[in-house]
């Protein structure tokens, strides 16, 4: 049943609205129980669900419901994928399959002529893995083509069977990194150096917009799980100059040159160069609006999202909440974002009551968003009750935190979440001796602490919540005070 609601979940409205249509038109006469289980499912229903749907307790029925809910929604997703991400990949496969048949069936001219244009079609969108097949095909009947020397074919299909080598391996390395990052390293750059080296991946132009984009991906994800993006910065410019360089080809690779450039917005906002980042995400915008807007609804909520947060750390609050209040159907890294600007608004109640959307359990958030997410909602929510004067919520919350995370927070290395954990306690227990310099000496004992240009702005914007007790000023006074510093 969780995969279940995990799919049902990553639906957005048009999803939602494709899938009831696709259910109507495969239902056999007016058998609708699978819609109506996928309804209840949709709005939050998780008990009695077959006494809901069969007027009486049927948990057989309801399991069978489900798995054959779950096989539609299997199939729309893989039907939706073919009809949007892998048109071109598609087509070129059909085009393929066609000039196959027409050289078994002795046309000729027509079987060639097919393939030679699926070859430049493929060539053109660096699919070295249908150029594979292309070639071998054009080779196995290449003794009946009078206008193409047989060493010049195999020539090309060497060349392509390189890259498409260096393309898998690159596959390989991304999948040996993910793993990597899953056990949380000591060093995570140096992981990803050893992978990249293992499979002798050279970071080139030859390299396609897919293997790019990964590349930028997991030095992002590096730099998340480290709170720190400043040491992938370089990494980071260096592949997007490459991208840049490809540009010519970008139209033909939409969808992970779109990921690419929200990639580099995102890391020029973590490193609050905010004028850059908000750049690219006009370039960003405008290039979601090509191809009629394939992919639009995918990054929509992403680009307002980073360009809320660029608004929020440049002193637009009440902008960067209106921009968040306009997004549709928002995702759980949204409305957390939205609580952290109320809370450094200090509409305090709205937070609150913004908080409680967030109703399913932290193992649900920490598969879907991650634990580092799950960190900061927590602290979050500790914060706004302590703001909001709940003592006994607080005193449970804070125990609840150190019992459930430490161990795990000191085995990533997140000592400094630990420290800050304690001088939240402290002042809580203390707040009248916060603007002791007895106080302001045990904070910059208790950290670790990173050249300004080097921490991350959301460890920033923790540490200004305490820093605002000890000055006496707005939280989010001191919090632009401390990303605008040089």
């Known amino acids: ?19 009831l249509a696709f259910a109507k038109a495969r239902n056999q006469r007016t058998d609708v129980k699978n819609i109506q289980l996928f309804q209840l499912l949709q709005k939050g229903a998780r008990r009695y669900l077959d006494i809901k749907i069969y007027g009486k307790p049927n948990k057989n029925a309801l399991h069978a419901l489900s798995n054959r809910l779950k096989e539609s929604l299997i199939e729309f997703t893989a039907i939706q994928g073919f009809s949007t991400e892998s048109q071109e990949e598609m087509q070129l496969l059909k085009l393929l399959l066609a000039a196959r048949i027409f050289l078994e069936q002795g046309q000729l ?20 893995a249908v150029l594979q097949e292309i070639y071998q095909t054009h080779i196995q009947y290449v003794h009946l083509d009078t206008k193409n020397d047989l060493e010049d ?3 090309a299909y060497q060349y392509n069977e390189q890259l498409y080598l260096k393309e898998s391996r690159m596959v390989m390395a991304y999948a040996m990194v993910q793993k990597a990052l899953k056990a949380h390293p000591p060093n995570i750059f140096e992981e990803i150096k050893k992978q990249l080296d293992r499979f002798d991946i050279l970071i080139d132009q030859n390299l396609s917009f897919k293997s790019l984009y990964q590349l930028m991906n997991i030095a992002t994800e590096a730099a998340t799980l480290k ?13 997007y100059n490459i991208v840049e360089n490809k540009k010519h080809l970008a ?15 995102g890391t020029c906002f973590r490193n609050r160069d905010f004028a850059r980042s908000q750049e690219l995400l006009d370039q960003l915008y405008i290039e979601m609006q090509k191809q009629k807007g394939k992919f639009k609804s995918q990054f929509q909520e992403r680009y307002q999202l980073l360009k809320a947060l660029n608004l929020n750390y440049t002193g637009e609050a009440e902008k960067a909440l209106k921009e968040l209040d306009e997004i549709k159907k928002p995702s759980p890294s949204t409305r957390l974002a939205q609580i952290m600007v109320l809370f450094q608004q200090e509409k305090l109640n709205l937070a609150r009551k913004t908080m ?6 932290d193992a649900f958030y920490e598969k879907k968003e991650g634990f580092l997410w799950v960190i900061q909602k927590n602290i979050l929510e500790i914060l706004i009750y302590i ?28 000592h400094r979440v630990v420290s800050f954990m304690k001088l939240l306690q402290f002042y809580f227990d203390k707040p009248y001796e916060i603007a002791n310099d007895d106080f302001s000496n045990k904070v910059e004992r208790s950290f670790e602490w990173k050249t300004t240009s080097q921490e991350d702005i959301f460890v920033m914007s923790f540490y200004a919540y305490l820093k605002s007790k000890m000055e006496n000023k707005t939280m989010y006074e001191v919090t632009l005070e401390l990303v605008n510093k040089d």
């Open 227 to 239: 709170s720190d993006y400043a040491s992938v910065s370089i990494f980071m410019n260096h592949v």
């Open 153 to 155: 074919i195999i020539i």
């Open 387 to 414: 703001e909001l004067l709940q003592p006994d919520l607080v005193e449970s919350r804070m125990k609840s935190f150190m019992k459930r995370f430490k161990i795990r927070l000191e085995q990533i290395n997140e």
């Open 1 to 19: 049943m969780n995969d279940l609601i995990t799919l049902i979940y990553s639906l957005n409205d048009d999803d939602v609205a494709a899938f």
């Open 251 to 265: 139209d033909k690779h939409l969808y992970y040159h779109l990921e690419i450039i929200y990639l580099m917005a």
């Open 109 to 128: 001219s027509l079987g060639f002529k097919t393939l030679h244009k699926a070859k430049s079609k493929a060539q053109s969108l660096d699919l070295y």
């Open 356 to 361: 409680k959307e967030l109703y399913h359990s």
